[in-house]
């Protein structure tokens, strides 16, 4: 049974709309550590931000403690935590001196004296300095720190933290994976902002000061005159949180909504239209944050339609945009997606390098190159984009996708953590000394006035926002690496597991150890040693698709073939990418011996047969990273399942469903990626594992009642290349098959696909009695038979005796047509 409770506790069902802001109930133990908090909260000033964070301070410790801070005008005549800024508290307490380390939107929690009592003083420079102190304190709270003798200064890394959304102005979010917008729906701004303002609180409580509402591939129709009113609602619930609103627009915008005939960038009408533009924005939006440009990049319009550089598209908006303080992020992720894929000097991992760097310094001072963590495109491994070191005189920011586009979709656990560390570490040596990337992105190593980090969010409407429950840390971790990227992965996720969860020893050690490995698990079940990607670019960038990357014009390439595998990006006989990098990086990579084993195939040309720095050869590592890597997802649920009854019913349920559909996908994965290697390159595996699948019965093997076998493609995304559908004209289908193992207990899998085209009903029989049935209504992408839509059943505890019938009804629904793969039967403990 569910309780239904005021407040988080264990034992109660939680959507996780709270995120990491729970406040739940400390138990006595850890309250009695917070005994001498003073019962009062004086607050100097009035402001919407500072408002926030009193009501949220008072809201927090009624949660954790259990008491109700007295609000008070002025310091009273006892102990007092006291809210304000630095110019604010001037008089109240003159012996508070300013920091040196404290810089905008940083803050400082310490102690003072005020008629004779004790203070606890949350002060900044700024307002919003004094709300993320606030946040700070809080924290702590909740992960039961000791708030004794506070006195600390912190000071986020760089200026601009920022959160894109790609969502649409229907209410459809590309990329997002929780449901439809919580800002926009039919072509307007939803009526109801609650989650709107839920999510800047979010934002605001890990220092994220600014959040581009629109997709990239820009609607112009969100500039329009009728809809900035809307927008101005929307700033209005981001603004007591310290969150500037921006907007992504398409460049052609003077053209497609301002009514002339052109979107030149040198054209003094183009640039009047900006102007007037920015002006009308920032009369209703006075503290609009700028935009954000997608341009001449997946068939975006941009100003190589006019002969000019990014630099004239970028300069003349960012000058509308100037007098106002705002700022324009033009992206680096501008490409051809046409190239030629029998040219193998052609490269789009070249493509940001060579067309930015020779802008280096053109750009005004209110522009931000917005750079994708990597040279391709948000995979789950690449190396640091050289662009971060090419450019001196240019303000850089960091792009980093939330959102798990290509990295399992929040339906498979991948903390990203780990991942983000190790490019914001990755030192590029651009000054010819050390320059590592959290550096270079922060303004730091060329002292650039701005600078700072970007992560595609995406969040929905789904109470928990993103859908996994597990996924928010990526969010959390986030902010925690833009304000303070030297902060370790080990470090973010336990904060935000005791955050989300509490602070139970067990739990905050198990959901750590399942996130801190999970991205390395994530790559070896999909696509190890820097191979590009093996998702399916073609379809949803979800499953296995390993030949969609190929023979194309969208240049993701791993250039697999009989003899060998990988790209050839040297200098002396590639494409020249290492090139970019500064000597010592380039003179890393340029040799299969100086590459990292995880990078290699990013890089070179290898045969399958080259043996790795770790003594495997190529092949055997690709086959063996996704046998472990699978057989390490499986093992989450055994994880999960030992906090039963340690976090409340509803997440717990939530996750380990996630993690039992993870389970099963990991194996499509690994059979896909596999069979489709042991197929090009002809080397068997030397475990014998890859082909051979005791247990497992093919759909198409069975005996077929209605059921007709059918061909998937590309054939690697079903096992056997095959599975049995249900024909048009029937209602029921049957697949059989006679037990002929030894008796005892049994477990089954049941390998079926379920599309988006309907909601197709299986039962399973043993002989003549029901084992089980269930109707295929999971969400998954894809309205074909494809690794993509695949998804397995696992039915435990059967006696089954040899001779026994075990057959499988199934029910077709629209254009889902029972889709059947394999059944696959193993004795409990032998998986
Ligand atoms: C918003 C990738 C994604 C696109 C995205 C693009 C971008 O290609 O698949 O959906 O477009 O990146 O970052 O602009």
Redesign the pocket.
């Known amino acids: 049974m569910l309780l239904e409770c005021v407040q988080p506790h264990p034992l109660c069902a939680e959507t996780g709309a709270e995120g990491w802001l729970r406040y739940a109930p400390l138990d006595a133990a850890q309250a009695e550590k917070y005994n001498s908090l003073p019962a009062s909260v004086v607050l100097f000033g009035n402001s919407g931000v500072l408002e926030s964070a009193q009501s949220e301070l008072i809201r927090g410790v009624r949660g954790m403690l259990g008491r109700t801070l007295r609000k008070e005008q002025v310091l009273p005549r006892e102990k007092a935590i006291v809210l304000g800024t630095l110019d604010a508290l001037h008089d109240a307490f003159p012996e508070l001196r300013e920091p040196p380390a404290l810089g905008k939107d940083g803050y400082w929690l310490t102690a003072g004296r005020s008629h004779g009592f004790d203070c606890l003083i949350i002060t900044a420079k700024t307002e919003r300095g004094v709300l993320y102190g606030m946040f700070a304190l809080l924290s702590k709270i909740s992960r039961n720190e000791s708030i004794v003798a506070l006195d600390e200064v912190q000071q986020p890394s760089a200026p601009l933290r920022w959160v894109d959304e790609?969502d649409n102005l229907d209410g459809s979010i590309?990329?997002g994976y929780a449901g439809n917008s919580i800002f926009f729906e039919k072509g307007a701004v939803r009526a109801d902002l609650t989650r709107a303002g839920d999510y800047a609180r979010l934002l605001a409580s890990v220092g994220i000061n600014g959040c581009a509402l629109n997709?990239?591939?820009a609607d112009p129709h969100a500039l329009e005159a009728g809809f900035l009113p809307q927008l101005a609602r929307i700033a209005d619930v981001f603004r007591p949180w310290g969150v500037q609103i921006a907007l992504s627009v398409d460049v052609s915008s003077p053209k497609l909504i301002g009514g002339l005939d052109t979107f030149d960038p040198l054209d003094p009408r183009v640039a009047d239209w900006w102007k007037q533009k920015a002006d009308e924005i920032y009369r209703q939006i006075p503290d609009f944050g700028g935009f954000v440009v997608?341009a001449d990049?997946?068939g975006r319009a941009g100003p190589s339609s006019y002969g000019r550089t990014p630099a004239g598209a970028a300069n003349v908006i960012a000058r509308a945009l100037q007098p106002h303080g705002g700022y324009l992020f033009y992206?680096a992720?501008v490409y051809d997606h046409h190239l030629d894929w029998t040219n193998l000097k052609n490269d789009r991992a070249r493509a940001a390098y060579d067309t930015f760097h020779p802008l280096d310094g053109k750009f005004d001072d209110n522009v931000i190159l917005q750079i994708?963590y990597g040279p391709i495109?948000?995979q789950v491994r690449e190396p640091v984009s050289p662009l971060f070191g090419g450019l001196e005189k240019t303000n850089q920011a960091i792009?980093l996708q939330i959102t798990q586009?290509y990295t399992g979709q929040q339906r498979h656990l991948c903390f990203l953590i780990p991942m983000w560390k190790e490019t914001l570490d990755f030192d590029l040596h651009a000054n010819g000394n050390s320059s590592p990337v959290k550096d270079l992105v922060a303004g730091k190593t060329f002292h650039r006035p701005m600078g700072g980090f970007v992560g595609?969010a995406n969040v929905g409407l789904d109470a928990n926002w993103l859908g996994h429950p597990l996924a928010m840390a990526n969010l959390y971790g986030f902010g925690r690496l833009a304000w303070n990227p030297d902060l370790s992965a080990q470090a973010i996720a336990e904060e935000w597991t005791r955050l989300t969860f509490g602070n139970d020893p067990q739990v905050v050690q198990t959901i750590d150890a399942m996130q801190l490995a999970s991205w390395r698990i994530y790559e070896d079940y999909t696509g190890p040693l820097g191979a590009g990607t093996l998702t399916n670019i073609l379809g949803p960038?979800y499953g296995p698709g390993v030949e969609s990357s190929e023979r194309n014009g969208w240049g993701m390439w791993h250039r697999d073939d009989h003899d060998g595998i990988g790209v050839d990006r040297t200098v002396a006989t590639g494409t020249g990418f290492v090139g970019q990098y500064s000597p010592p990086v380039a003179k890393l990579y340029e040799s299969v011996s100086g590459t990292p084993d995880q990078l290699l195939l990013f890089f070179h040309h290898v045969p399958y047969t080259h043996v790795l720095h770790s003594g495997k050869t190529v092949i055997q590592y690709i086959y063996d990273s996704h046998y472990e890597g699978a057989e390490k997802a499986s093992n989450y649920v055994l994880q999960w399942q030992s906090l039963k009854g340690r976090v409340d019913d509803q997440r717990y349920a939530d996750v380990l469903a996630r993690l039992e559909y993870q389970a099963g996908h990991a194996i499509v994965w690994r059979d896909a990626v596999c069979n489709w290697f042991l197929r090009v390159s002809g080397i068997p595996d030397t475990k014998g594992r890859v082909g051979n699948y005791p247990g497992r019965v093919e759909a198409e093997s069975m005996q077929l009642q209605g059921y007709v076998s059918t061909d998937v493609v590309p054939p690697e995304d079903a096992s056997g290349g095959k599975a049995v559908t249900c024909p048009e004209q029937l209602q029921r289908c049957e697949a059989s098959y006679q037990f002929k193992g030894a008796a005892g207990w049994y477990e089954i899998d049941v390998e079926y696909f379920d599309l988006s085209s309907g909601q197709s009903r299986f039962r399973v029989l043993v002989g003549d009695q029901e084992v089980d049935e269930w109707t295929a209504d999971a969400q998954l992408p894809g309205m074909k038979l494809s690794a993509d839509s695949s998804i397995r059943r696992r039915i435990t505890g059967l006696a089954l005796r040899p001779g026994d019938e075990i057959r499988i009804e199934g029910y077709p629904d629209g254009g889902e047509r029972a889709p059947l793969d394999y059944v696959e039967l193993s004795t409990p403990g032998q998986r």
């Open positions: 790609w590309e990329r997709n990239v591939n997608k990049s997946e992206r992720f994708k495109d948000f792009e586009e595609v960038h």
